[in-house]
């Protein structure tokens, strides 16, 4: 058994060069950063009791960012002073998230692996599944890992796109053959999952959700913000019960 989809592996490999060039294929993930990383500090500041204002907020919290890529959250994450621990099961992926790491003496563990085969039980505060769930193979058993991976007091993020004649316009059309954001065939809609559908996979699984948010883009101000509506975009929060 196992969550690897390799010609998803096989796709994104092909892109890994780019991930750092913020005009390159990875554009719409360099876009949607600063509302991510946001989100995911503000929910933490009232999970974990943290005081955003210290010079690194997250002190003593271990972070497992799974589909690392080529480090966009994991990077950030380190320097706001967490422990970072990065996986990917493209190895070209973990190369150059390692590389990008050590230009930037940012002390990040970077494996290529998948969750399903780390030993780490109970060990990580958060988990970050960042626009992976959609690209894995066996979703059950993703979500299942994450569980023993997680702490017991900790908390995950999972950021995904909604099945939605919406999603399909925009995140399909509108973002690979439009405006050509990312090359044609990055997503198959059919792999798109709705939030209850995801909310029930994570409550059978002992979780509980916590929050629901939407993640709209502004066309005119060219940036993306949270917001209520969850027909493309979303994240999900949940913690152990």
């Not at 999970?47 to 997250?58: Q, S, V």
């Not at 030993?119 to 299942?144: A, G, M, P, S």
């Not at 809609?189 to 629901?212: A, C, G, V, Y």
């Amino acid at each position: 058994m196992s969550t690897i989809n390799k010609d998803e592996i096989a796709k994104f490999t092909k892109m890994a060069d780019e991930w750092w060039d913020i005009n390159g294929k990875f554009k719409p993930l360099h876009m949607f950063n600063p509302t991510r990383i946001e989100y995911i500090l503000d929910v933490c500041s009232k999970h974990f009791g943290l005081d955003l204002n210290k010079i690194a907020p997250l002190k003593n919290i271990k972070i497992l960012d799974i589909g690392c890529g080529g480090g966009l959250i994991s990077e950030p994450m380190a320097r706001l002073g967490a422990s970072v621990t990065g996986i990917d099961a493209s190895h070209k992926n973990i190369e150059i998230a390692k590389l990008h790491a050590k230009k930037n003496n940012l002390k990040i563990n970077y494996i290529n692996s998948e969750p399903e085969k780390l030993k780490d039980r109970n060990k990580f505060d958060i988990i970050l599944n960042l626009e992976v769930v959609e690209h894995v193979e066996d979703l059950d058993l993703y979500l299942k890992s994450c569980f023993e991976l997680l702490k017991p007091t900790g908390i995950m993020f999972t950021a995904t796109i909604n099945r939605t004649l919406t999603s399909y316009v925009k995140a399909i059309i509108g973002a690979e053959y439009i405006l050509r954001w990312l090359p044609i065939g990055t997503h198959d809609w059919n792999k798109f999952i709705k939030p209850e559908e995801l909310e029930k996979k994570l409550t059978d699984l002992n979780f509980s959700i916590t929050n629901l948010t939407g993640l709209s883009f502004n066309p005119i101000f060219q940036e993306w913000k949270r917001s209520k509506d969850v027909s493309v975009n979303y994240i999900i929060t949940s913690k152990k019960n």
